[in-house]
C-alpha cells in the first residue's frame, strides 16, 4: 500500500513511518516544507518520498491521488488561540480530509485524541472532535489516541517524565486518570486499522479500556528514572491561570494551559474497544517495566530515531 | 389528455412542475418573462466551472463577483448574481408598482428561476407548531419536504435544531465552516445549558447546496461559479432537457379566469405587446407572492386593499472578543453558516432566528467611510476579525404587515396599478416606542447568551430593513378550512371560492410566516397542493 502521512516528523508520526515500512508499505511523509530537503529526511529509512504540507494550505486533491491510505496527524500544538487553533488546525485538517476524499484515497485515517469525546470543554478536545465529523461524514475513520508511552518518550507523555525529574513535581488531577497506549501497539493498530477494510463509522479509542490513576502513571514515570516521585497536590485553576498568563505574555512553557484541562477532565471510557477487537487489536495494560528493561523486541522496533 | 399552465419559473413553479410530471400523460406547460444572464457571463461562469480555481483568471472573477449595489442609503444594498442585477430587472412585470416610504419596490422577478438565482439558499421546514394555525398539520406536509429535499441538493448536518425542525432526507456535510462559526458552535457546545436557559438554540446551517462539489472561494454570495447552488432555473433546465414540460418565456400573465371547466390565462408577449389567450383543465400561479396578488387581485376586477404577512428583516452586527485569523486572507464559502433561534415560548411558534454569515468583502464594504482609510488598517484588522453579521427574522404575526392597494388599469388586459406600504415600525434605526417589542425581548435573550457565545450584539448598529425586503412574505391569499366568497381565502388547494380550477401555489397562500426560512415550504406545500389537485381532479 501507499501510506501518506502527515504529521510525519512529529512524535507518533515517527513511529508511524517505522512501522509501516516495517511491515513493507511505502511510506510517503507529509512534513513541513523546510524539512522535505533537510540531513534528517534525506537520512531517514523507510521513506518512499517527502512532500511537503502546511496545515494552514493544505494541498489539493492531486497530491493524495496516488495514495491508498492517509494518516492524518498533523497538529500544531504552538498554536494556543482559539483563533488560530479553529481557524488553522481545525480548518486545515478539515480541507485537507476533503482533498484526500475527493482524490479517492481508499482509507482516510484522521488522529485523534482520548480528549475528544462529546461534553468535553477543552479546546483541543473540541477542536479534535469537529475534525472527527468531518473525517466521518466522508467515510474515514477517527482513531483516538490515548495518552501514547514507550520508549521514545514524545508527546505528553515525555512533557510529563520531564516534570517527574523535578525535585518536587506539581501534581495537577491528582485524582484523575489517563487512558495509555504503548506506542508500539499503537503502531501496531494503526497498521492494522489501514490494511483493512472495516467500516468503522464511529470513533475508536486507541488505548487500553482500563484508567490509570494519575498519581499513579507519574510514580511510575519516575520510577522508570530511577526516582521517587515527590508530588504536592496544586489545584489545576492556579496551574491553568499562570499558564494562560504566560502564554497571553507569549512566554515559552512546557504545557498549554488548555492541556491542563485535559488533565483533569478525562473521558470516562474508551470508545471502540468491542470493535477494535473484531480486528485482533487490543493494547497491553500500563506499565513501563519492559521499556525499562528494553525487553519489548516491538517497542524498540518502532523507536524512533532521535531516541535510538 | 389533461394539460396544466404553470405561471412562473421560481421555487413554487419548480415543485409544481415536479409533481406534475409523476402524471405522464399530463402536458405541462410553463409561462415566464424568462429574464436570464447575458451570454458573455455565461460564457464566462462555463470557463470558470471547468478550471481548477488556482486557475482562474483574475479579470474573469472580478466580472462575476460584483459585490452587492446599494440602492437606498438606509437598507440593505441589492444582492448581484455574477454582476448581473437579471433577477431584479423590469420587463413590464413592475411597472405600475408603487411603494411608499422604505418598502422594497424590487418585488417581482422577471427571471428564469425568479428569485432563487440570489437566494440565501437556506432551508428548514416550518415547525409542527406553526401549522396548528393553518388547515392542515405537518404531518401532511411531511412527505412533500421529503420529495423535494431529494429532488434538490442538500447539505447540512444533525444538531439541535431538529428539536423543532426535523432533518428530513440524507443530507451532505457542509463545506468546512469558518473559524468563528466553528468557535460559536464550541462556545455552545461548552455552555448549552445556560444559552438555552435563555431561550436560544444553535445549530449549522442548512443549506440547497451540493457541497461535496464545494471549492470554497469565497464567492457565494455573487453567485457560484460552479453553480452548485440551487436555483430554480436549474430544476427547469432539467425538465426542459427532458421534455417534459412546453416552456413559452417572453411572456407576462396579465389575467386568469375560469370559463365552465376550463382555466383560461390571458398574457402579454413582451416582445410584440400582443395579447395571447391560453386553457388548459388547470391553472397553477405562482409569480411570487406580490407577483400572484397583483394578477389575482386584477384578475377579479377589484379596487382593493389586501395584506401581505412579512417576516421582517434585521441586521444585527455581533462582536467577539476573541480573534479568529484575519478573513479577508480565506477562501471560506460565504452562504449562512450557523443559526439561532431565539424561544419565546417552548413548542417553536414564537420564534425568532437569525442567520450568521461569515465575512464577505460586503462587510468591509459596509465599514464606515474612516475604517477604510489607511491610517485605521490596524484598528479595521482588529475589528474584522472580530465581526459576525447577523441577518434576522420575526415572526409575521410580530412584524408590520404590508398593505397592497389595487386600481384597475383602463386598460381590461393590463395589470392593475398597485401600492404597497408598511403598516407599523419602518424606521432603519431600532429606537423609539414603535420598535416591535418581540425584538426588544430577543434582544434581551441574546445579550443573556452573550459571555457564553461570545458574540455580542451591536445593537445601536442595527438596521431594520425595509418592508418586503426580507422576501418572506405571503398570505394575501390565506388558505382556510373553507373559504367564503366574500373573503379573499383560498382552501387547502390554493383556490378562491370562485374558481375551481386556478390554484394559487406560492406564498401568497401562507396563513402566517414564521421567522424561519421559507422556501422550502414553498416549495413542499405547491408540491402538495398540486398533489391533491391531480388526485381531485384527476
Redesign the interface.
Known amino acids: 500500500m501507499r501510506v501518506g502521512i502527515t504529521g510525519a516528523n512529529g512524535y507518533v508520526g515517527t513511529i508511524l513511518r517505522a512501522a509501516f515500512a516495517d511491515q513493507g508499505h511505502e511510506v510517503i511523509a507529509f512534513v513541513r516544507p523546510n524539512r522535505v530537503r533537510s540531513e534528517a529526511a534525506v537520512a531517514a529509512v523507510g521513506v518512499s518520498e517527502w512532500r511537503p504540507h502546511e496545515i494552514a494550505r493544505p494541498p489539493?486533491a492531486g497530491a493524495f491521488g496516488d495514495l491508498d491510505v492517509l494518516i492524518h496527524g498533523a497538529w500544531d500544538l504552538t498554536l494556543v488561540?482559539?483563533?488560530?487553533v479553529?481557524?488553522?488546525n481545525?480548518?486545515g485538517s478539515?480541507?485537507l480530509l476533503?482533498n484526500a476524499a475527493?482524490a479517492g484515497v481508499r482509507r482516510i485515517i484522521f488522529i485523534s485524541s482520548m480528549s475528544a469525546y462529546e461534553?468535553t470543554?477543552q479546546?483541543y478536545g473540541?477542536?479534535k472532535l469537529?475534525c472527527e465529523?468531518?473525517a466521518i461524514?466522508?467515510g474515514g475513520i477517527s482513531t483516538r489516541l490515548g495518552l501514547v508511552y514507550g520508549p521514545g518518550w514524545g508527546g505528553m507523555a515525555g512533557a510529563l517524565r520531564r516534570l517527574a525529574k523535578l525535585p518536587a513535581t506539581p501534581l495537577v488531577g491528582a485524582r484523575s486518570h489517563q487512558f495509555t497506549v504503548h506506542e508500539a501497539d499503537m503502531a501496531d493498530a494503526m497498521v492494522r486499522i489501514a490494511e483493512s477494510d472495516m467500516p468503522l463509522p464511529v470513533p475508536v479509542g486507541l488505548a487500553n479500556p482500563e484508567p490509570v490513576p494519575f498519581r499513579r502513571l507519574m510514580q511510575e514515570i519516575a520510577v522508570s528514572q530511577g526516582r521517587t516521585l515527590r508530588a504536592f497536590p496544586v489545584p489545576w485553576q492556579i496551574v491553568s491561570g499562570v499558564l494562560k498568563t504566560a502564554e497571553a505574555l507569549h512566554v515559552p512553557v512546557p504545557f498549554r494551559s488548555d492541556s491542563i484541562l485535559g488533565l483533569v477532565r478525562p473521558a470516562a471510557e474508551v470508545p471502540g474497544v468491542e470493535r477494535l477487537k473484531e480486528l485482533g487489536i487490543e493494547f497491553r495494560s500500563f506499565s513501563l517495566d519492559s521499556d525499562r528493561s528494553c525487553s519489548s523486541r516491538t517497542s524498540r522496533r518502532h523507536l524512533p530515531e532521535n531516541s535510538r | 389528455m389533461p394539460s396544466s399552465i404553470i405561471i412562473g419559473s421560481g421555487p413554487a413553479a419548480a415543485a409544481a412542475v415536479l409533481a406534475l410530471s409523476e402524471k405522464p400523460d399530463e402536458k405541462i406547460t410553463v409561462f415566464d418573462p424568462g429574464t436570464v444572464l447575458d451570454a458573455e457571463t455565461q460564457g464566462v461562469i462555463s470557463k470558470l466551472s471547468r478550471l481548477h480555481l488556482d486557475d482562474w483568471d483574475e479579470d474573469d472573477v472580478r466580472r462575476v463577483s460584483l459585490q452587492p449595489k446599494r440602492i437606498q442609503s438606509d437598507a440593505l444594498p441589492e444582492k448581484r448574481s455574477y454582476g448581473s442585477d437579471f433577477p431584479f430587472a423590469n420587463k413590464g412585470q413592475l411597472n405600475g408598482v408603487h411603494c411608499e416610504g422604505r418598502v422594497n419596490s424590487a418585488v417581482i422577478s422577471s427571471a428564469y428561476g425568479g428569485f432563487s438565482n440570489i437566494w440565501g439558499a437556506q432551508i428548514m421546514p416550518f415547525s409542527a407548531a406553526t401549522f396548528k394555525r393553518w388547515p392542515f398539520s405537518f404531518s401532511d406536509m411531511e412527505e412533500h419536504y421529503r420529495t423535494i429535499l431529494g429532488h434538490i441538493p442538500f447539505a447540512g448536518e444533525s444538531d439541535d435544531l431538529e428539536e423543532w425542525f426535523p432533518l428530513f432526507g440524507s443530507p451532505t456535510p457542509l463545506p468546512p465552516l469558518a473559524p468563528r462559526t466553528q468557535m460559536v458552535l464550541a462556545n455552545y457546545d461548552r455552555h448549552r445549558d445556560r444559552v438555552r436557559s435563555a431561550g436560544i438554540t444553535i445549530g449549522r446551517a442548512r443549506l440547497a447546496v451540493s457541497a461535496p462539489e464545494c471549492q470554497p472561494c469565497g464567492l457565494c454570495m455573487t453567485g457560484c461559479p460552479r453553480s452548485l447552488i440551487f436555483s430554480a432555473s436549474h430544476s427547469f433546465d432539467r425538465f426542459r432537457r427532458s421534455g417534459r414540460i412546453d416552456y413559452r418565456s417572453g411572456l407576462l400573465a396579465v389575467r386568469v379566469d375560469q370559463e365552465g371547466d376550463t382555466a383560461v390565462v390571458v398574457a402579454r408577449e413582451l416582445s410584440s405587446g400582443r395579447i395571447l389567450r391560453f386553457t388548459a383543465d388547470r391553472v397553477f400561479v405562482g409569480c411570487g407572492a406580490v407577483g400572484t396578488t397583483r394578477l389575482i387581485l386584477g384578475s377579479l376586477g377589484s379596487d382593493r386593499s389586501v395584506h401581505l404577512s412579512e417576516s421582517a428583516q434585521f441586521v444585527i452586527p455581533m462582536i467577539s472578543m476573541a480573534p479568529t485569523p484575519d478573513p479577508r486572507t480565506r477562501r471560506e464559502f460565504t452562504l449562512n453558516q450557523f443559526n439561532m433561534l431565539i424561544a419565546l415560548d417552548d413548542d417553536g411558534f414564537d420564534v425568532s432566528q437569525i442567520h450568521f454569515y461569515p465575512f464577505n468583502p460586503a462587510y468591509y464594504d459596509a465599514l464606515p467611510g474612516f475604517l477604510k482609510h489607511r491610517s485605521a488598517a490596524f484598528a479595521t484588522d482588529r475589528l474584522l476579525r472580530r465581526l459576525t453579521v447577523g441577518l434576522g427574522y420575526l415572526p409575521s404575526w410580530a412584524s408590520p404587515q404590508i398593505r397592497v392597494t389595487a386600481k384597475a388599469s383602463a386598460d381590461p388586459d393590463d395589470l392593475p396599478r398597485i401600492t404597497l406600504a408598511s403598516e407599523g415600525f419602518s424606521e432603519a434605526k431600532v429606537r423609539g416606542k414603535g420598535v416591535p417589542p418581540m425584538l426588544l425581548d430577543v434582544m434581551k435573550r441574546i445579550r443573556r447568551a452573550a459571555p457564553y457565545l461570545d458574540l455580542w450584539p451591536v445593537t445601536r448598529q442595527m438596521l431594520w430593513s425595509g418592508g418586503a425586503k426580507s422576501y418572506h412574505f405571503g398570505g394575501s391569499f390565506p388558505h382556510v378550512s373553507k373559504p367564503d366568497a366574500r373573503s379573499l381565502t383560498t382552501d387547502r388547494l390554493g383556490r378562491l371560492a370562485r374558481w375551481g380550477r386556478i390554484h394559487l401555489i406560492d406564498g401568497s397562500v401562507f396563513p402566517n410566516v414564521p421567522a424561519t426560512t421559507f422556501t422550502l415550504t414553498v416549495m413542499a406545500n405547491s408540491h402538495r397542493i398540486v398533489r391533491e389537485a391531480i388526485k381531485l381532479t384527476g
Open positions: 489539493s488561540s482559539e483563533g488560530d479553529w481557524g488553522v481545525v480548518a478539515q480541507h476533503r475527493a461534553g470543554r479546546l473540541q477542536a469537529a465529523r468531518t461524514s466522508l
